[in-house]
């Protein structure tokens, strides 16, 4: 009788645990979330290149709205320096997405005094800018009552906030006041350079007061001040720091420099010209002086072509 026997046997794996499955093939599924995310990186990239390169959102369209032209002049030569620069190297400050308005406004609040100011962008490639430059042209110092702005007509037209002023604390308990928690001369009354840059400061003899709206200057003698202030600084590279007028008959005004050295001017006498006595300045400055303004006391322009100019001692 033939015997049966019951095969015994296991499947064997003879895979080593130790080494790399080899590569199976890939699902359906997993082609198709690859090509997806080709497909993600390249959208991403034509969209990264559209919108930060494209012309389409180059900022070439600037409404100034009703802004004064000659301050539109102006904020064109600095908006053409500002879309010169790149941001990380690469990105256009001219691009729509890119550019910065919050960098610009504080750009020309640093140049200039403005009553307003808005900057804001108009999709896709547009600039809008609506400014409205100070009708202040310089700064009156009233004895003690501090400092105000004055237009060009002569009128008062603000107070000179606190945080355009410094002040020596009081050592010789002269006129004091308690300004944060200090007390303070206000006779020795310094303004910032942001006021001082930008207009002339002047101290007339015989001004106690002022309120707003008051005419305290004849839009003459406004008009001549700017001129000099603006010879000055554009003709002869000189920083004038303090412009005083004493008494009208005398007709005398003292402009004292920020090097610390004077010139006087007379400003009464129509037989000598303002305009005459800058240029008989310039002579003195240029091919007298030279390069030793610093060593300057004063220059006194008072007496016609008779001009007396004196080195500290």
């Known amino acids: 009788m033939k015997k049966r026997f019951r095969k015994d046997y296991h499947k064997k794996n003879y895979e080593n645990p130790f080494f790399q499955n080899r590569r199976k093939e890939k699902s359906p599924r997993q082609y198709r979330l690859k090509i997806s995310s080709c497909l ?3 959208v991403a990239m034509a969209w990264f290149i559209f919108l930060f390169f494209s012309p389409f959102f180059r900022i070439e369209n600037i409404d100034f709205g009703d802004t004064d032209k000659e301050l539109q002049a102006k ?13 990380f190297l690469l990105f256009s400050e001219k691009n729509f997405f890119v550019f910065d308005t ?5 750009h020309l609040g640093a140049i200039f005094l403005l009553n307003e100011l ?9 600039l809008l800018i609506k400014a409205q430059e100070k009708s202040d042209v310089l700064v009156l110092l009233v004895g003690n009552e501090g400092a105000f702005f004055v237009d060009k007509r002569g009128l008062v037209v603000d107070i000179v906030p ?7 604390i009081d050592t010789e308990g002269g006129a004091t006041s308690t300004v944060d928690g200090m007390e303070v001369n206000l006779s020795k009354m310094e303004l910032s350079d942001d006021v001082v840059r ?8 015989g001004i106690e007061e002022a309120n707003i709206r008051d005419e305290v200057l004849s839009e003459e003698l406004v008009a001549m001040i700017l001129g000099v202030h603006q010879n000055l600084l554009n003709k002869l590279g000189v920083s004038p720091k303090l412009f005083e007028i004493g008494d009208t008959e005398e007709g005398k005004m003292t402009v004292t420099t920020k090097d610390g050295w004077e010139m006087y001017f007379l400003i009464n006498e129509p037989s000598e010209p303002i305009e005459e006595q800058l240029e008989n300045l310039k002579v003195i400055l240029l091919e ?13 322009l008072r007496f ?7 080195y500290i001692e």
């Open 75 to 87: 904020i064109k030569l600095l908006l053409e320096a500002e879309f010169e620069k790149r941001s």
């Open 198 to 205: 930008k207009m002339p400061i002047v101290d007339i003899e």
């Open 40 to 42: 993600f990186v390249i």
């Open 102 to 106: 919050e960098n610009l406004e504080d």
């Open 304 to 310: 016609g072509d008779k001009i007396y100019f004196k």
């Open 288 to 300: 007298k002086v030279g390069d030793d303004r610093y060593l300057l006391d004063y220059v006194d």
């Open 162 to 168: 606190e945080t355009f002023k410094t002040y020596s």
């Open 118 to 126: 808005k900057i804001e962008k108009q999709f896709p490639n547009t």
